[in-house]
Structure formats: C-alpha cells, structure tokens
C-alpha cells in the first residue's frame, strides 16, 4: 500500500540559505501535518493543513511557510536557515479532520552546516 | 494546556522479560492517547491509540496500554520483550478538536539486551 511519501530524504544546506521540503499524502487523503524532530527531541508540531487551507498552527517560525496544493500534496518552505534548525521533519497524512488514524513519512533529515 | 510527561528516558531490560513504559497526561478536557515507536533513522509508527471506550487497548507487536483517568495515566505494556522491540517509543495526545495535532512526550528509550 501507498506511505506518506517525503523528498528529499536528506538535505544538507548552509546557514541563510533557504530549503523546500516535500509531502506526498496518501492518496485521498486531505489532511497533512508538519512536525519537527530536533536531535534527541520529542515531534513538535508545525502547521497543519485540511483541504487545501491551513488548519491549525503551531511552533513554526515567521521563517518558514507551508502550503497544500490542489493535488493535497504540501510543502514547506524554510527561509534564513539557522543552525538549529536542524532536525528531522516528519509529514503526516490523514483522511478528514477529525481523530483518524494518522501516517507518518520517514521524514527529512535536515542538516544546516 | 495538553502536555504529556514519559517518566522514564531510557527503560534497559532483558528479553523475554515484560516491561512498562509510563505515560501521565494533563488536560482540562476529553483526550485522545496514542502510543507511537520509532525505531532508527525512521517515521513513527502507531502502536495503538485510545479514543473512547474500553480502557484497556491492545495494539500492534503484542503491547497494549490502559487508559486510567483518575491517575490520568496510559502506560504501555508488553509481556515478553524481544531484541526487535528496542526503539524509542512516545505518549502522544490529542483533545480530538484541533485536527489531530499531537502533543508527544519526551520519549523513552526501550533498550533489550539478550
């Protein structure tokens, strides 16, 4: 069966530059969520997205920015990289917006040199 | 506000031994538990979740969890551990209200030794 789907599975970028990261939901589903995973953190919540508007909200920099696309695939945009942005960023996708199950990507690993 | 306290970081124990990952919430209202596992360099995985009904809850790899609400707890347990069950495992909640947004917790690492 079809997974989430996350590009690139790692992306090595340097201080101020700037990262787009990819998600592909499961088909049909219409619901996709940003959480980020600092080194030996717990996922924090990003941005959410259901029907191609935002959801719901949540630790994400002024720096970064997010959209769903009319194919419900999202990406999110990372501007003025810093060092501690480094991290793991997982995408999940869910079909509806109440408490469906939700599938997660294998992430991408972000590096900021 | 949600939060979620995992009160042990790294659980060490011997396999075919049970085990007990403890999980605490806080929340003024109706919540949703869900346990994930991550094993290396991957996505996290469900394990189960609990959103309303019977309060004990078996999942996938042989765990299940109860949900109390009076110590407002749902730890995860597992009767006979194996080698493959090291990972990092979170409590995560959601108030079913904000588009499943989850609150996780810190994260316990489950280590097995032979």
């Known amino acids: 069966a079809a997974g989430v789907i996350q590009s690139p599975r790692h992306l090595i970028k340097e201080k101020r530059e700037t990262a787009t990261l990819k998600c592909y939901p499961i088909?049909?589903?219409?619901?996709v969520y940003w959480y980020q995973q600092g080194p030996g953190q717990d996922p924090q919540f990003l941005i959410s997205f259901y029907e191609k508007m935002q959801s719901d909200k949540g630790s994400i920099p002024d720096r970064f920015s997010a959209q769903q696309f009319s194919d419900y695939h999202s990406e999110l945009n990372m501007s003025s990289l810093e060092l501690g942005d480094s991290a793991l960023y997982f995408c999940?996708?869910?079909?509806?917006?109440?408490?469906?199950?939700?599938?997660f990507g294998s992430g991408t690993q972000l590096s900021v040199l | 506000a949600q939060s979620v306290t995992q009160l042990d970081s790294q659980v060490p124990v011997f396999e075919e031994a049970p085990v007990e990952l403890r999980c605490n919430y806080s929340?003024?209202?109706?919540?949703?538990l869900f346990w994930y596992v991550q094993y290396p360099n991957q996505g996290l995985q469900l394990l189960l979740k609990y959103l309303s009904g019977s309060t004990l809850v078996k999942g996938i790899n042989g765990f299940e969890a109860e949900f109390n609400k009076s110590q407002t707890s749902f730890h995860l347990r597992k009767p006979s551990v194996h080698i493959s069950d090291t990972a990092e495992y979170f409590c995560?909640?959601?108030?079913?209200?904000?588009?499943?947004?989850?609150?996780f917790g810190a994260g316990t690492r489950l280590a097995v030794h032979p």
């Open positions: 999940a996708s869910s079909l509806g917006g109440g408490n469906e199950k939700l599938f």
């Open positions: 088909p049909r589903h219409d619901t």
């Open positions: 929340s003024s209202v109706s919540v949703y």
């Open positions: 995560a909640v959601s108030d079913g209200g904000g588009y499943n947004k989850l609150i």
